[in-house]
């Protein structure tokens, strides 16, 4: 089918199978490799992304459901130049890092969390995370990377 | 925002880490993330069965399927179709005997996913059904099937016993005595990114990209099990998406070296789904441990009796070097004057036991360490006090007869943790349980001896170039798995040569570019490496002041001194940069390369050689103290870890922050041990295949984690480091155990993990009166 969408700010037509997963099209069809496939069937959430401004799994999503959806990806968090968004700056400074194979999806959990709740609460950080798994930290660097990175965006409002 | 460039990498400071910026970024290209313009997807065909004799594999239908390029049998390996780190006993794909579900039969070689697992499924394979092994004792029965019939030892892989001062006989000199048996799961790693890389064959050559611990072994394992020459092989290991030892030794590289080789001049890629990396991946070893401890009246340990069995699955992978370190740290850090410790380790059917973080040690941890606290109760002391008490100083033995002769600071840690918040108020803490809750607390310890032992040589060799731009460029050969070994090198290079990270560049392993550093294991990547990095850096300083001085006609090389970018001439006050000075020099000069071998221990602690072989003993070792709160709900038997407190010796920290990292993954993934991960399986077959039921820690069961390091001179190590990345895990389910007696009153389990169902059976077992000996709820 021909395909149409908004894929990190840039529109998109493309040619590809209606049941093409997401994930496939994202990793192998438009090399945009950040969006990390662990087990792909949405327990892990290593492959999130968000679709009309919601948090989904791209392993769970095929072609035809993101038709004139707009697509945002771990590759498009960063500002031109490529500068980090807070978040990500957050999880650099707060340690958040290990081998970094969660680091994308959980980047863009936290970063829809603090678009809708600026100031959350450690249970609320907990519960947001708690649909990406994480094998490396304890989540606790994770736990202070977003309270970091909430406390940078706070600065930054008016 | 320039987070890390202009930096100046400093030893002991928590910097920030340079491989994180790409990583949070989505941009680092991780061995799952390489894909050519074109390329072929491979896949094995799994047997699911047991046990059995292959007799024939039926390809033909699978051959029709449209996209499918090649499929390959046994019969098409060159090489010796067999892997292993010790013993090759494991088919790359099975040529006579399946011997667990996970082993492969068949390899097909596709354009498209869609193809390759379309093809899978229409492979079918004739058999001879033997019977299955699924436990120990059915292993090691009289008349029992033999899994590797000309295995001399039969179905016993490996056997051992270590013995010092008067064995068991010094039993009869306690005044008390206390019994504990436990059986352990298989832990499955769970690492985010599964098994996977990508190969390509052109021109005689083959390189494979792969996500790995090992790519020096790898390349030679795999170069004979698939007939190709070393020297021909390349093995590339970018950033690892987690190891935690599942990825130390083959997976995925002598499959797709034989797709590659099939198919060449177009790279060819294998992925594991979960489900066959649950299936195929070697687990931390189920096991069966039964203690004895026994005490004089002051609470002076005396004697210790230990019999453990490792069910190590079909294939050695390392299970005869698990149980030799379960053996060597089975009576924990103390002092135990007599004792008799033996093991086995045991073929069966079962999923392949293998390396896991803490390599055998988290096993005999879990019942030493409820053993102490029962002995403690029995005894009328504190936990704590008893550990002290018992407490190996430098130069004293533990109970497997290794001496004690490098740094040793569990004293250190236990005084530390005495003084901890969260020790003394712990009374308190839990005369404050609300409702139908129980709160307890508990404490465990651990040691942790670092590297390969008297047999392995543990050698790296580090490589360190002047680039022609004045920049410093290191190359290593032992893989960052997530650990951060990478950034240590660039904070000990840089502190030495005083450069920023701008200056500094990491070439990461690859068997082409690299040099052998040995494994990333072991609790040795950092030490190991480290300490050849610093005489090739130090050798690297003096060659480059010298030449600095030579082309100036002065005195000597110390009169100048590195700082970023340039080389300045103390008297002058005059700077040379650094690319000034490479433009000097040859290409050969510009590189400094050092080799390095640990420390080996030169002590017979045990005239059988096989033991000795398997690593027995260890010289350096870390210590640990940990404590946990935990609180039960009557109610549902859910329990809760509300806080977890650790106080470490490893030395003295590189970068604390990637010692907390260490710290507190290993903790979690000893809390998930202990309390949630039940890899279940029946005759062999999985029955957790997910992530959906195999349960993982999520970020709602971590508690918060107080963590800290006494800090203690490590005199054999970089900058005065021990390993830690093993260390983390060995203690923490025997202080979640110990915490739960603590809150029930005495109650224990057996079997582990503590699901909630198994601690509402404790609950409702009645409990015996204080001091009563053996595991009073045993279940």
Redesign the interface.
């Known amino acids: 089918m021909k395909l149409s969408f908004t894929l990190n700010h840039k529109a998109l037509t493309l040619e590809t199978d209606p049941d093409r997963r997401v994930i496939d099209l994202l990793r192998e069809d438009l090399c945009l490799t950040g969006t990390k496939e662990a087990c792909g069937e949405g327990e892990c959430g290593a492959c999130t992304i968000r679709v009309n401004k919601e948090l989904r799994l791209a392993c769970l999503m095929i072609a035809a459901q993101i038709e004139g959806c707009f697509i945002e990806t771990i590759e498009g968090l960063a500002g031109p130049d490529q500068a980090l968004h807070p978040v990500q700056e957050a999880f650099v400074q707060a340690g958040a890092v290990q081998c970094g194979f969660c680091t994308p999806g959980m980047v863009m959990a936290v970063t829809d969390l603090l678009e809708t709740i600026p100031n959350p609460d450690d249970t609320r950080i907990r519960k947001a995370l708690s649909g990406n798994l994480c094998r490396c930290t304890g989540y606790q660097k994770i736990m202070d990377a977003a309270r970091l990175a909430a406390k940078k965006e706070n600065k930054c409002l008016p | 925002?320039n987070?890390?460039s202009k930096t100046s990498p400093s030893v002991g400071a928590?910097q920030?880490?340079p491989?994180?910026?790409?990583?949070?970024?989505?941009?680092?290209?991780?061995a799952?993330?390489y894909?050519g313009p074109r390329h072929l997807w491979a896949g094995a065909k799994r047997a699911g069965i047991p046990h059995g004799r292959l007799i024939s594999v039926s390809t033909e239908a699978a051959a029709q399927v449209p996209g499918v390029k090649k499929i390959l049998t046994y019969t098409d390996v060159k090489g010796s179709n067999r892997q292993g780190v010790i013993q090759k006993d494991q088919p790359v794909l099975v040529d006579d005997r399946i011997r667990h579900c996970g082993d492969a039969l068949a390899l097909v070689i596709a354009e498209t996913?869609q193809a390759l697992e379309a093809a899978l499924a229409l492979i079918s394979f004739e058999y001879e059904a033997l019977p299955g092994i699924f436990t120990v004792a059915e292993a090691l029965k009289d008349g029992a099937p033999l899994i590797h019939p000309a295995h001399p030892g039969g179905n016993c892989l490996l056997s051992g016993q270590l013995v010092s001062g008067k064995g068991l006989e010094a039993f009869e000199e306690c005044d008390a005595v206390v019994e504990y048996a436990v059986d352990l799961p298989r832990q499955e790693?769970?690492?985010?990114?599964?098994e996977c890389g990508e190969a390509v064959y052109e021109k005689g050559e083959l390189s494979i990209v792969v996500s790995t611990q090992t790519p020096f072994r790898d390349r030679a394992e795999t170069a004979q099990a698939i007939g190709i020459s070393p020297e021909k092989l390349r093995i590339i290991a970018p950033?690892?998406?987690?190891?935690?030892g599942g990825k130390d030794g083959i997976t995925v590289q002598s499959l797709l070296g034989l797709a590659a080789m099939a198919c060449p001049d177009i790279p060819v890629k294998m992925?594991w789904?979960?489900e066959e990396s649950f299936l195929s991946s070697p687990k931390r070893h189920a096991a069966s441990i039964h203690y004895r401890l026994g005490a004089k009246q002051n609470g002076v340990f005396h004697a210790l009796e230990v019999r453990a069995d490792f069910d190590t699955g079909p294939y050695d992978h390392l299970g005869g070097a698990v149980l030799g370190l379960a053996l060597e740290h089975a009576g924990g850090p103390y002092r135990i004057p007599h004792a008799a410790i033996q093991g086995r380790a045991v073929y069966t059917n079962n999923t392949i036991g293998g390396a896991f973080r803490g390599f055998g040690v988290p096993q005999v941890a879990a019942a030493m360490e409820q053993a102490v606290d029962l002995m403690a109760e029995k005894l009328s002391l504190a936990p704590l006090d008893i550990r002290m008490k018992n407490a190996v100083q430098k130069g004293d033995k533990i109970p497997s007869g290794t001496t004690l002769k490098t740094s040793t600071g569990i004293r250190e840690c236990l005084a530390r943790l005495k003084a901890h918040p969260l020790y003394q108020e712990a009374d308190a803490w839990k005369k404050k349980a609300p409702a139908h809750m129980l709160r307890g607390t508990g404490m465990a310890c651990a040691l942790h001896g670092m590297g390969y032992g008297p047999f392995v040589p543990d050698t790296a060799i580090a490589k360190l170039e002047l680039t022609k731009q004045g920049r410093f460029r290191i190359y290593f050969g032992v893989v960052d798995?997530?650990?951060?070994n990478g950034v240590t090198f660039l904070q000990m290079a840089g502190d030495l040569l005083n450069q920023n990270y701008e200056n500094l560049e990491l070439v990461l392993p690859d068997t082409g570019l690299t040099l052998p550093c040995g494994s990333a294991s072991a609790s040795r990547s950092t030490y190991t490496f480290g300490n050849a990095l610093i005489q090739a850096v130090e050798t690297m300083k003096i060659r480059l002041t010298q030449k600095a001085a030579d082309s100036l006609m002065v005195g000597d090389g110390d009169e100048f001194c590195f700082i970023p970018g340039h080389l300045r001439h103390l008297p002058t006050g005059r700077e040379f940069p650094l690319a000034q000075l490479a433009a000097l020099l040859s290409q050969e000069e510009r590189i400094t390369i050092s080799r390095y071998r640990a420390p080996a221990s030169k002590e017979t602690v045990t005239k059988d050689t096989a033991l000795q072989m398997h690593g027995i003993p260890h010289t350096v070792f870390s210590y640990t103290a940990h404590l946990a709160h935990v609180e039960i709900d009557t109610l549902t038997g859910g329990i809760t870890v509300c806080n977890y407190a650790a106080v470490t010796d490893c030395g003295r920290l590189i970068n604390p922050?990637?010692y907390?990292?260490q710290m507190?993954?290993?903790?979690?993934?000893g809390l998930g041990y202990a309390l949630y991960e039940d890899f279940i399986t029946d005759k062999g077959r999985l029955l957790t295949a997910?992530?959906?039921t195999y349960i993982?820690?999520?970020?709602?069961d971590?508690p918060?984690?107080a963590l800290s390091s006494v800090d203690l001179q490590e005199n054999t190590g970089p900058f005065g480091m021990k390993g830690v990345g093993e260390i983390c895990i060995d203690p923490v389910l025997p202080a979640v155990a110990n915490a739960v007696a603590d809150a029930c009153g005495g109650g224990r389990c057996r079997q582990w993990p503590l699901t909630c169902e198994r601690m509402l059976e404790i609950l409702t077992i009645p409990v015996c009166p204080p001091g009563a000996d053996m595991n009073r709820s045993l279940i």
């Not at chain 2, 790693?189 to 599964?194: G, I, M, N």
């Not at chain 2, 950033?239 to 935690?244: I, L, Q």
């Not at chain 2, 507190?664 to 993934?669: D, L, N, R, S, T």
């Not at chain 2, 993982?696 to 709602?700: E, Q, R, T, V, W």
């Open positions: 925002m987070l890390i928590s920030a880490r491989d994180a910026l790409n990583k949070v970024m989505g941009h680092e290209k991780f799952a993330d894909y996913s790693h769970a690492y985010l990114e599964t950033y690892c998406g987690g190891g935690f992925m789904s979960r798995m997530g650990q951060g922050d990637l907390r990292q507190q993954g290993g903790i979690a993934q997910n992530l959906s993982i820690p999520g970020a709602l971590i918060p984690m």
